[in-house]
Nanobody
């Protein structure tokens, strides 16, 4: 059974940091790009960041550039999202996803495996 399990979410004050992890199991995704998306209450799912299969290429949404960093450790089957300088508008459920291709995309339709999400709440 393929699983993507996010962890590391929680409640943090504005300006704080969180590190999300996404542990995969059931199959290897070392040849697949991986991505993070988020969905705030009442809003559509939004691209956050993505990373190529090797980790050599990354993409981050403009509103998060300089604050969020995606990385991966294929030996540990884990993808990370380091989030710094958090703002109340970053409050959302954050989802990890596996792309069907080795190089990442910004659209959810390119991803065929998803985690259950982890809540991030940033208080002002």
């Amino acid at each position: 059974q393929v699983q993507l399990v996010e962890s590391g979410g929680g409640l943090v004050q504005a300006g704080g940091s969180l590190r999300l992890s996404c542990a995969t199991s059931g199959r290897t995704f070392s040849s697949n790009a991986m991505g993070w998306f988020r969905q705030a209450s009442g809003k559509e799912r939004e691209f956050v960041a993505a990373i190529s299969w090797s980790g050599s290429s990354t993409f981050t949404a403009d509103s998060m550039k300089g604050r969020f960093t995606i990385s991966r450790d294929n030996a540990k089957n884990t993808v990370y999202l380091q989030m710094n300088s958090l703002k109340p508008e970053d409050t959302a459920v954050y989802y990890c996803a596996a792309d069907t291709a080795p190089f990442p995309h910004r659209v959810p339709d390119s991803y065929n495996y998803w985690g259950q999400g982890t809540q991030v709440t940033v208080s002002s």
